[in-house]
């Protein structure tokens, strides 16, 4: 098992923008598969309510993958996991583009849960940000990392409208060799990052699991971020595929993803000093504030301006709510606990998720857009109301 030592200023520096880099790439991957999943399935899947299967089977990757991933980092370090997954990105971006060739919805379903795996792993640059860095620059150092996403809202949607038609009639094909291409750079990035694991004399495995969930907030505060997530997905899943259904152009869907994976980011700069100065659970309740004002956006009306104003909303609140709630989570461990803590917290988060993608595009399909919306208020209350109740039982 590792041990680990603090690094200097500029070997953290050095990670954060190496982490930064692989984490925009990497999301460069996520965004491929929500911009085009729904609507390739909805081409070869065999019924239409199985059109956002391949976006649930790469949640699913994503939630089985975690624990996993995180027993590989605690006994062998976080490089031989960041290698592990730009490995799968690569081999998703073939697989990918192969069953498209071959119109293989099956193939197509083992590419978005291989992809999944490489996902997991791009989350986990947000917490590799923190190691070895002081805890006054933990919740700076994962909001900066987070905000090289930023980029990806530039690379994923870019790589879908340029190529997505370089291979008639095989649409999106070379869309995803490219994304295989860009997961082997995030793979050469990552080589340069500095590990603070030194060696495997420990033998501290830190407290039980179970003393650690009853920390008091700790179940608040992973609830808050799981429903953060699950939303977000649950709309950005059904969202390329509703506009496709009103008739809105691909190219002009790709936009507004473009600028929802932006909003996600972007926030990310200032973020870290939000939360410093009024503390992480207040700023995940305005994340999910925000996030209910995109879901009103969205009831008003399905011309283009109002998914678009809708996802912009979604990606605020989303970075706000998500990171708001990882700032938290890692208040929680001791260092010796961090993997085993960090992917229990992802592996809910994700857990959710997969409900929510499977039942969005189902929901869609049966009842239309505004059920899809309605659906996402009930759980963004209750995690609201779970931070309000608490932060007054604290008081």
Same mark, same amino acid.
């Given at each position: 098992?590792?041990?680990?030592?603090?690094?200097?200023?500029?070997?953290?520096?050095?990670?954060?923008?190496? $982490?930064?880099?692989?984490?925009?790439?990497?999301?460069?991957?996520?965004?491929?598969?929500?911009?085009?999943?729904?609507?390739?399935?909805? *081409?070869?899947?065999?019924?239409?309510?199985?059109?956002?299967?391949?976006?649930?089977?790469?949640?699913?990757?994503?939630?089985?993958?975690?624990?996993?991933?995180?027993?590989?980092?605690?006994?062998?370090?976080?490089?031989?996991?960041?290698?592990?997954?730009?490995?799968?990105?690569?081999?998703?971006?073939?697989?990918?583009?192969?069953?498209? /060739?071959?119109?293989?919805?099956?193939?197509?379903?083992?590419?978005?849960?291989?992809?999944?795996?490489?996902?997991?792993?791009?989350?986990?640059?947000?917490?590799?940000?923190?190691?070895? /860095?002081?805890?006054?620059?933990?919740?700076?150092? $994962?909001? $900066?990392?987070?905000?090289?996403?930023?980029?990806?809202?530039?690379?994923?949607?870019?790589?879908?409208?340029?190529?997505?038609?370089?291979?008639?009639?095989?649409?999106?094909?070379?869309?995803?060799?490219?994304?295989?291409?860009?997961?082997?750079?995030?793979?050469?990035?990552?080589?340069?990052?500095?590990?603070?694991?030194?060696?495997?004399?420990?033998?501290?495995?830190?407290?039980?699991?179970?003393?650690?969930?009853?920390?008091?907030?700790?179940?608040?505060?992973?609830?808050?971020?799981?429903? *953060?997530?699950?939303?977000?997905?649950?709309?950005?899943?059904?969202?390329?595929?509703?506009?496709?259904?009103?008739?809105?152009?691909?190219?002009?869907?790709? $936009?507004?993803?473009?600028?929802?994976?932006?909003?996600?980011?972007?926030?990310?700069?200032?973020?870290?000093?939000?939360?410093?100065?009024?503390?992480?659970?207040?700023?995940?309740?305005?994340?999910?504030?925000?996030?209910?004002?995109?879901?009103?956006?969205?009831?008003?009306?399905?011309?283009?301006?109002?998914?678009?104003?809708?996802?912009?909303?979604?990606?605020?609140?989303?970075?706000?709510?998500?990171?708001?709630?990882?700032?938290?989570?890692?208040?929680?461990?001791?260092?010796?606990?961090?993997?085993?803590?960090?992917?229990?917290?992802?592996?809910?988060?994700?857990?959710?998720?997969?409900?929510?993608?499977?039942?969005?595009?189902?929901?869609?399909?049966?009842?239309?857009?505004?059920?899809?919306?309605?659906?996402?208020?009930?759980?963004?209350?209750?995690?609201?109301?779970?931070?309000?109740?608490?932060?007054?039982?604290?008081?």
């Amino acid at each position: 098992m590792t041990t680990e030592h603090a690094l200097s200023v500029p070997e953290q520096n050095n990670n954060i923008i190496r $982490l930064a880099s692989a984490q925009a790439l990497a999301g460069a991957n996520s965004v491929v598969f929500y911009a085009t999943g729904a609507i390739v399935g909805d *081409t070869i899947a065999p019924d239409a309510t199985l059109s956002t299967l391949p976006i649930t089977m790469f949640v699913l990757g994503m939630a089985a993958s975690i624990l996993p991933f995180g027993a590989l980092a605690r006994y062998h370090g976080r490089k031989t996991v960041f290698m592990t997954g730009t490995g799968a990105g690569v081999i998703t971006g073939l697989t990918a583009a192969l069953a498209v /060739v071959t119109g293989s919805f099956l193939l197509f379903c083992i590419a978005a849960f291989i992809g999944g795996t490489y996902a997991a792993v791009a989350l986990s640059f947000r917490f590799a940000a923190t190691d070895g /860095v002081s805890p006054a620059r933990r919740a700076r150092a $994962l909001s $900066l990392v987070m905000g090289g996403g930023v980029v990806a809202g530039v690379i994923g949607p870019g790589l879908v409208t340029g190529t997505m038609n370089l291979w008639p009639p095989h649409t999106f094909a070379i869309t995803f060799i490219a994304q295989g291409l860009v997961a082997a750079l995030s793979a050469v990035i990552l080589m340069g990052v500095k590990p603070t694991e030194v060696g495997t004399v420990s033998t501290s495995v830190g407290r039980p699991i179970s003393e650690i969930i009853r920390q008091p907030g700790f179940a608040r505060t992973v609830f808050s971020g799981a429903v *953060t997530y699950m939303v977000m997905n649950f709309l950005m899943t059904a969202a390329p595929l509703s506009m496709h259904m009103h008739g809105i152009s691909q190219e002009a869907s790709n $936009l507004g993803i473009q600028w929802h994976v932006i909003a996600m980011y972007a926030p990310g700069f200032f973020t870290g000093k939000l939360i410093s100065r009024f503390g992480a659970l207040r700023v995940a309740a305005v994340g999910l504030l925000i996030t209910s004002s995109a879901i009103f956006i969205g009831l008003v009306g399905t011309e283009i301006q109002h998914y678009w104003l809708s996802l912009i909303l979604l990606g605020i609140g989303w970075n706000f709510g998500f990171i708001g709630a990882s700032a938290r989570i890692i208040d929680f461990h001791r260092p010796e606990e961090k993997n085993q803590v960090q992917s229990l917290n992802d592996f809910v988060v994700f857990g959710v998720m997969i409900f929510g993608s499977f039942s969005s595009g189902a929901l869609l399909n049966l009842y239309g857009w505004n059920a899809v919306l309605w659906g996402s208020l009930v759980p963004i209350s209750l995690a609201f109301l779970a931070i309000i109740v608490g932060e007054r039982a604290k008081r």
